[in-house]
């Protein structure tokens, strides 16, 4: 008798996934709740998991777009039989109990007896109400690696934040989705085998003494998530880095030298050498490699899937520009008394406060100020109601490894100068890591972005919906300025409100700008409130 698996609902507003990759093979022997293929929708990766266990038969092809409640495949009943069989150790199925018997056996495997009584199916997480699907951007661990409890082994990635995948028990790692597949929530990812650790004695004691050395733990040799990211970026084999952390474990300052030697060469042809020059390496590192890959005059295309987190931005930011009337006014500010109370003060503050003492301190505290007076640049239409909010919770855009990211700040408008910068700072290093959470990305009532880090000396930023506003600064650059009838040279940066014209007028939008000049102008009014 046979089980039909049909495609599952997703979420309200999904009507077809596609099936971006099978798991498990036609014919293959598959244990209940086991991963067998990874869809795809327009907003999530997710898995699709066997309702019992049996023999797979496919029905559904890859690349197929299929509709909510279509026919993936069937499971047939005969698995454990078959699945004896197939892994030609009826034997070990017999003798799933007499562990030190199995465990002897490299052959392990036994897949049967260990999916049905000694592995663990490590499934996708829910990770918010909205997020039907997730993409598995990379494996942390490789198929047949010894994990322990906890440790991290793969990194998921939906439309809003990217997160690492645990393992819930010590063992051998079994992967089953691939890099790039789409899956749903509760899809198997992996499977963790229960015989890893002797597993892992066992090849340690055949195997020379340097490699027994570095199999001594599950961290000798495997970067941090923090690292793995680095080196991954930076296209350096973790295999080449000496881990200098607990138990051989590669850390972030490891794979940071690491890189740093890669490149070196690359930086000191293309730039001074600088700390600037290692952080353009860090963008440009690919580039050079491709460029020696395309033979001169080559027309070939190269063609990468966007992520999941691309896609919905694409999404919003097209859906921004048809549904709002988008409009943006200019103006500069005189930032020479803000840099003079930072000379003067940094140090202390830093010494005090354990951070230092930046410009979005100062901006968001002058649009948390601001805001007071034009609470309509904070609001948001809902339906045919417009919201106000009493609160400020400043969202504040970084550039994150896989795209522009947003995370918020919440009640910005009740903390001072050093309790803003180490909210950015914490927020900055997470999401350079990939470890903002959906509660830190959701939510916001004003945005401010940066663009003069990159260099950008004007811009009309676009809105972060449901938002009304939104700030852009830049570069800061020396200008001659007229000041009391005298030409004198200032260091003035541009600045930019794109806002909604449904429910900001353009009284309210330049009077909202202006008050922020002001205030950045003169730091004494943050403090004092006037």
Not at 51 to 57: D, P, R, S, V
Not at 194 to 207: D, F, H, N, T
Not at 215 to 240: H, M
Not at 279 to 300: D, F, H, L, N
Request: net charge negative.
């Amino acid at each position: 008798m046979s089980l039909t698996i049909k495609v599952p609902p997703v979420g309200e507003s999904i009507t077809e996934v596609t099936l971006s990759s099978w798991k498990k093979k036609d014919g293959d022997a598959v244990a209940m709740d086991e991963v067998i293929a990874e869809l795809e929708s327009d907003k999530a990766t997710f898995e699709l998991t066997a309702e019992k266990a049996g023999i797979l038969k496919t029905v559904a092809q890859e690349g197929d777009t299929l509709p909510i409640g279509a026919v993936v495949g069937n499971i047939e009943e005969s698995a454990s039989a078959n699945g004896a069989s197939k892994n030609s150790a009826p034997v070990a199925v017999a003798q799933p109990t007499t562990a030190p018997a199995t465990q002897s056996q490299p052959v392990t495997a036994t897949a049967p007896a260990t999916q049905t009584n000694s592995s663990l199916q490590v499934k996708v997480p829910p990770v918010g109400e909205s997020i039907t699907e997730v993409t598995l951007s990379r494996w942390i661990k490789k198929d047949g690696d010894a994990v322990a409890m906890d440790e991290a082994i793969a990194e998921l990635e939906s439309d809003k934040a990217t997160f690492e995948l645990t393992a819930e028990k010590a063992g051998v790692l079994k992967t089953i989705a691939k890099e790039g597949d789409t899956l749903p929530i509760g899809a198997v990812v992996c499977t963790i085998e229960g015989a890893g650790e002797a597993k892992v004695a066992v090849e340690s004691s055949s195997s020379s003494s340097a490699k027994t050395a570095t199999q001594t733990t599950y961290a000798s040799g495997v970067p941090s998530p923090a690292a793995a990211k680095i080196l991954a970026e930076k296209g350096v084999d973790a295999q080449s880095v000496n881990g200098t952390g607990k138990a051989g474990r590669i850390t972030k300052e490891d794979a940071m030298l690491a890189e740093k030697i890669s490149e070196n060469p690359q930086v000191s042809k293309g730039s001074q050498g600088s700390e600037v020059g290692g952080q353009k390496s860090v963008v440009t590192a690919p580039k050079p490699v491709a460029a020696e890959a395309i033979a001169p005059g080559s027309r070939s295309d190269r063609r990468e899937k966007m992520s999941s987190l691309r896609k919905t931005v694409a999404k919003r930011l097209v859906a921004v520009k048809n549904e709002t009337a988008m409009l943006t006014t200019f103006n500069e500010v005189d930032m020479s008394p803000i840099m003079e109370l930072r000379s003067k003060y940094k140090d202390k503050f830093k010494e005090k406060h354990g951070v230092g003492l930046g410009f979005m301190s100062f901006f968001t505290k002058a649009v948390c100020e601001a805001l007071k007076e034009w609470p309509a640049v904070g609001a948001r239409i809902e339906g045919e109601e417009v919201v106000y909010s009493n609160f400020a919770d400043i969202s504040i855009a970084v550039s994150a490894p896989k795209g522009l990211v947003v995370p918020v700040i919440r009640n910005a408008e009740s903390m001072g100068l050093a309790d803003i910068e180490k909210a950015v700072a914490a927020l900055a290093v997470k999401a350079r890591e990939n470890k903002l959470t959906i509660e830190e990305m959701t939510g916001g009532t004003f945005t401010i972005t940066n663009g003069g880090v990159f260099g950008s000396m004007l811009s009309t930023p676009i809105l972060n919906s449901p938002q009304s506003a939104i700030l852009g600064m830049h570069n800061i650059i020396e200008r001659p300025v007229a000041v009391n009838g005298q030409v004198v040279i200032r260091p003035m940066m541009y600045v930019a409100l794109s806002y909604d014209h449904r429910i900001i007028d353009g009284r309210e939008s330049v009077s909202f700008l202006v008050r922020v000049k002001q205030l950045l102008e003169d730091p004494a009014r943050l403090l004092l409130g006037v």
